[in-house]
């Protein structure tokens, strides 16, 4: 399985533990609470489902809407399926929740494992916010050094766009060590409100707020975003 298939099954799992969906709803939420994924087709999707029902961690329903229950007459097509969540796939989504390996770092897998971090335990949370932040941080070190290289040999252009490119990184970096405060401190993300999965955690009774992503430490600053 390559990389952002296993990326698209952990998002569509987790996406169906908060509640059953039609697979254009599915793709909906994908696109819209999950940037990363707004290049996904139906064409990559449904095979992506039918692999997760072959697996046992989904299974397909029809639908139960007045709508879909008049489908078929109207239109000669079947009512559309609804995908539900089984125990094992719960199970599994639970496991993939868990693992904190460098894998959880890279861009579009840390992009997607912190859209969920309202279902996961806070010392996994941890683990992979250190962790992504050594990877800017040893990404941002090269940058420097390249840069510290080459200066002399860039365009004005060129070089604008290097440091462009390293104030990113700074700026996540500032970011996620705010989240880590934040964690150590026992704030939680408040769920409602962005419109993504709920970013409520549910393992502790602690209360309150973490920065939103693209916050920097710096009051004055336009809120950016971070991946």
Not at 89 to 104: I, M, V
Not at 107 to 114: G, N, P, Q, S
Not at 214 to 221: E, F, M, Y
Request: charged residues 30%; aromatic residues 8%; glycine residues 10%.
């Amino acid at each position: 399985m390559s990389r952002r298939s296993g990326i698209l099954e952990f998002a569509v799992l987790g996406l169906l533990r908060e509640s059953p969906m039609h697979g254009y709803e599915l793709r909906k939420r994908l696109n819209t609470s999950l940037g990363v994924f707004r290049a996904f087709s139906y064409g990559t999707l449904y095979p992506c489902l039918k692999t997760l029902v072959a697996n046992g961690w989904l299974i397909e329903e029809p639908g139960n809407t007045s709508e879909d229950a008049l489908a078929a007459p109207l239109t000669g097509r079947r009512a559309k399926i609804v995908y539900r969540l089984t125990a094992e796939g719960k199970e599994h989504f639970e496991e993939l929740l868990s693992q904190t390996g460098p894998d959880a770092y890279e861009d579009e897998t840390f992009a997607a494992r912190f859209a969920f971090f309202g279902q996961t335990s806070r010392d996994v949370r941890m683990r992979v916010l250190e962790g992504r932040r050594s990877r800017l941080e040893e990404r941002l070190e090269k940058m420097r050094a390249s840069l510290a290289r080459t200066r002399e040999r860039l365009d004005d252009y060129t070089l604008e766009l290097q440091r462009h490119g390293m104030e990113s990184v700074e700026r996540e970096v500032r970011w996620l060590n705010e989240l880590i405060e934040s964690e150590r401190a026992g704030r939680d993300l408040k769920g409602s409100g962005s419109g993504g999965p709920a970013q409520q955690d549910t393992t502790s009774g602690a209360t309150g707020d973490l920065p939103r992503p693209g916050n920097t430490s710096r009051p004055d600053s336009p809120d950016d975003t971070a991946t």
